[in-house]
């Protein structure tokens, strides 16, 4: 089974509205981290956000938040009053056990802004 | 602080070379990765290091080849290059602590193997 889905390849969303980008992960692991990439066409992976699996707020960074549901493993992402920069490749990524720092990611999805 | 630099940015082999990629960081992270990402994919982990002579495989090792001398340097190591490894590699850096530590990354080397 796939670690972490994201099963929306393109989303299309209007300038200043906000978004949700979905994040499924499967794990048995009951410690594990919740992190959020974003790759702009120049390609550098660039950090948002994390969640740890013990976290008992959702975590926000500025316009960035995530929705976590443990009981359903979701992990998504929401981005308040989007901008045009915006728009770039968005990776939920997951590490398991404390310890053990490797990051197993999705295949992304990309975001476009529409002015 | 450069953070993590990774040269060269772009290479073109032909089949059967080999090359070696080298990333260095100057945040004194413990812990080092390689990655590398295929047209419209997410990344797969090809090896890891938790410290200075300390390595280990990841998802996709086949090819590849690690090193570990100091905390700083990290290069990934391709024998005979196939066009299979045509990729973007990334190398990555985190510290090792209890709360939720992002890891850094560099700017990609975009490898062509023909």
């Known amino acids: 089974a796939q670690k972490i889905t994201q099963t929306q390849p393109g989303m299309f969303v209007q300038e200043k509205e906000a978004v949700t980008l979905d994040c499924t992960y499967d794990t048995s692991d009951p410690s594990y981290g919740l992190f959020w990439y974003k790759q702009p066409s120049s390609g550098e992976m660039i950090f948002l956000i994390y969640?740890?699996?013990?976290?008992?707020q959702n975590a926000t960074e500025g316009r960035y938040s995530l929705n976590f549901q443990k009981a359903r493993k979701s992990a998504n992402l929401v981005i308040s009053a989007s901008q045009l920069g915006d728009s770039a490749m968005y990776f939920c990524a997951m590490r398991e056990t404390f310890g053990n720092e490797k990051l197993t990611f999705g295949t992304g999805t990309r975001l476009t802004i529409i002015p | 602080n450069a953070g993590v630099t990774q040269t060269p940015k772009f290479r073109i082999l032909k089949i059967g070379q080999s090359m070696t990629l080298q990333c260095t960081q100057d945040m004194n992270h413990n812990y080092m990765y390689w990655y590398r990402q295929d047209p419209g994919m997410g990344l797969k982990l090809i090896y890891y290091?938790?410290?200075?002579?300390?390595?280990d495989k990841g998802e996709v090792p086949n090819g590849y080849n690690v090193s570990r001398s100091t905390t700083e340097d990290f290069p990934l190591r391709l024998e005979l290059a196939a066009p299979s490894q045509t990729s973007v590699y990334f190398c990555?850096?985190?510290?090792?602590?209890?709360?939720?530590?992002?890891?850094?990354f560099g700017p990609g080397t975009r490898l062509t193997v023909l």
């Open positions: 990555a850096s985190s510290y090792n602590t209890p709360q939720g530590n992002e890891q850094f």
């Open positions: 969640q740890g699996s013990y976290d008992q």
């Open positions: 290091s938790v410290g200075a002579g300390i390595t």
